[in-house]
């Protein structure tokens, strides 16, 4: 808004304004062109084979997360046919105040059923997109149509150097920041 009352203020001409303003749009479609993400989800998902626990490697930074520890999510059918959840975590240590939260997740698209919807609060849902999977179901990469949020999940709460290596290689295919990943502390088993 500053540079517009700048320009009207000062007398700018049409033709310098309508330089500047295309200028500004270029600028801010070639950002929005660099933030163009994979979003295609895995084909052939089995639902029942993604049920029970995850645990949390890794995660971009948002405020519902902030600074939880051994961050587990634990899916299990409802009577409904939707899916429950439970996110489990521990506040700033892994010995901290335990916090839970109960959800649940349904299939809006019967055709494309790794793209689901995921719901914390009332009627309000967020997308959930299995994005990378292990064929055994050991591993996952979850986002959404926002490149803002991603997640890798693991069966175990550890995984190998060399397999976080190749998860990240997916991601930065896809066109996430990689360098933008916090690795979640989890309990050794």
Known sequence: MKILKFIFLN?????????????????????AQNRT?????????????????????????????????GVTANYSFRDDGKLKVINRGYEK????????????????NKD????????????????????ELDENYQWAIVGSKSDKYLWILSRTPQISKKQYQKLLK???KRGYKSELLIKVKQKVI
């Open 11 to 31: 007398k700018v001409s049409i033709q310098k304004t309508s330089i500047l303003l295309f200028v500004l749009f270029a600028f801010t479609t070639s950002i």
């Open 37 to 69: 993400i994979d979003k295609t989800v895995v084909k052939n998902f089995d639902i029942e084979r993604y049920l029970g626990t995850w645990y949390e490697i890794a995660r971009y930074d948002h405020y519902f997360e902030r600074d939880l520890v």
């Open 93 to 108: 240590t892994l010995d901290g105040k335990k916090t839970e939260a109960i959800g649940k997740a349904k299939t809006p």
């Open 112 to 131: 494309i059923s790794a793209e689901l919807k995921v719901s914390f609060f009332w009627f309000f849902y967020a997308d959930y997109f299995v994005l």
């Open 170 to 172: 997916l991601i930065t």
